[in-house]
Nanobody, 128 residues
Framework: QVQLVESGGGLVQAGGSLRLSCAAS????????MGWFRQAPGKDREIVAS????????YYADSVKGRFTISKDNAKNMMYLQMDDLKPEDTAVYYC?????????????????????WGQGTQVTVSS
C-alpha cells in the first residue's frame, strides 16, 4: 500500500509562487508514474501535470504550461510541483497521485481513473 501526503499549500497573491510537495511511503518511488490533480469548488477534478515512471516525460495542462514544473526525487521518495506566476483561477485543492504498477517507461497518465493512490489534498488559494 502506498501512502501519499501533500504539503506546501497556502494563500498567495496573484503573481506569487508556491512549491507543493508529495511524500510517499510504502514502497520505493523510482519507476512509478505520478501526477498532480486539482479540484476547484463546483468543478470537476482535472489533471495539472504528470511525470513518467522513468522521469523522462512530463505532461502539463494547457492552463499551467510554462508556469508549473513537476519533478521527482526518487532518493527521497518525494514529488514536487513548483507553481510560479500563480493566478486566481489556480485556486483549488491539489492532490498528488500515483499509478498502481511500476513502469520504467516514458508513458504519462492524465486520467484520474489511471491512478490508484491519492493523497488527502492541500489547499491553494490565490488572491487577486
Amino acid at each position: 500500500q502506498v501512502q501519499l501526503v501533500e504539503s506546501g499549500g497556502g494563500l498567495v497573491q496573484a503573481g506569487g509562487s508556491l512549491r507543493l510537495s508529495c511524500a510517499a511511503s510504502g514502497r520505493p518511488f523510482g519507476g512509478q508514474a505520478m501526477g498532480w490533480f486539482r479540484q476547484a469548488p463546483g468543478k470537476d477534478r482535472e489533471i495539472v501535470a504528470s511525470i513518467s515512471g522513468n522521469d523522462f516525460s512530463t505532461y502539463y495542462a494547457d492552463s499551467v504550461k510554462g508556469r508549473f514544473t513537476i519533478s521527482k526525487d526518487n532518493a527521497k521518495n518525494m514529488m514536487y510541483l513548483q507553481m510560479d506566476d500563480l493566478k486566481p483561477e489556480d485556486t483549488a485543492v491539489y492532490y498528488c497521485a500515483a499509478v498502481r504498477y511500476y513502469a520504467y517507461t516514458g508513458d504519462v497518465f492524465i486520467k484520474g481513473e489511471e491512478y490508484a493512490y491519492w493523497g488527502q489534498g492541500t489547499q491553494v488559494t490565490v488572491s487577486s
